[in-house]
């Protein structure tokens, strides 16, 4: 995690015109975009071309402007939020497969039983089908809160939205996948 001061340090350096600085970011955000995008696509590679565009979008968005308003996290998150849309509304119909491994978005200590692995992975995968059938902006706060860890504020940044929604939010996307999970 970054700290905002720390933050808005490397965004002046990218200003200034240090491509590096702006590596410096892609590689604190870049595997939680990816995870995100990978829990909302059919595929490895669609995911990895999302993310792609999504920084690509972020570099070109930094180049034309000064400054910008809010986190960087936070318009990242919907910019490749809105090429998700995208991509779906150019598809028509949403194919999602559950054939992913765990180990595509969790870190699996090497000392685990293979009993165990099998069972983290039947959980894992009932939780991400339980997940693909609750509303999409419920799926996403669960992404957010949950998997990427991120604070109620940075998700009030990200769906631009005051804190006290945010945590309505969260507090229905659990009942509802809690529903979804019971069925």
């Keep these: 995690m970054i700290e905002l001061e720390q933050e808005k340090e490397i965004l ?23 995870r995100f ?7 490895q590679e669609t995911a990895q071309d999302l993310t792609s565009e ?3 979008k972020m570099w070109k968005f930094l180049q034309e402007q000064k400054k910008i308003r809010e986190r960087f996290q936070a318009l990242l998150y919907k910019i490749v939020r809105n090429l998700i849309i995208d991509f779906y509304r150019s598809k028509s119909t949403r ?28 959980e894992f995968t009932e939780v991400k089908k339980s997940l693909l059938q609750i509303h999409p902006n419920y799926q996403d706060i669960i992404v957010w809160y949950y998997v990427d860890e991120l604070s109620i504020s940075e998700i009030a940044d990200i769906l631009e939205k ?22």
Excluded: C, W
């Excluded at 995008?37 to 595929?43: A, E, G, H, N, T």
């Design 54 to 56: 999504a920084f690509l």
């Design 37 to 43: 995008v990978r829990l909302k696509v059919d595929s």
């Design 95 to 122: 194919e999602i497969l559950i054939e992913d491994t765990m180990e595509e978005f969790a870190h699996i200590e090497d000392d685990k039983s293979a009993d165990d692995l099998v069972i983290k992975q039947e």
């Design 12 to 34: 002046k350096r990218v200003h200034s015109g240090e491509s590096e600085a702006f590596g410096e970011l892609y590689d604190v955000y870049a595997p939680k975009i990816y």
């Design 162 to 183: 005051n804190e006290g929604a945010v945590r309505v939010l969260i507090h229905r996307a659990v009942k509802s996948l809690r529903d979804v999970m019971e069925k």
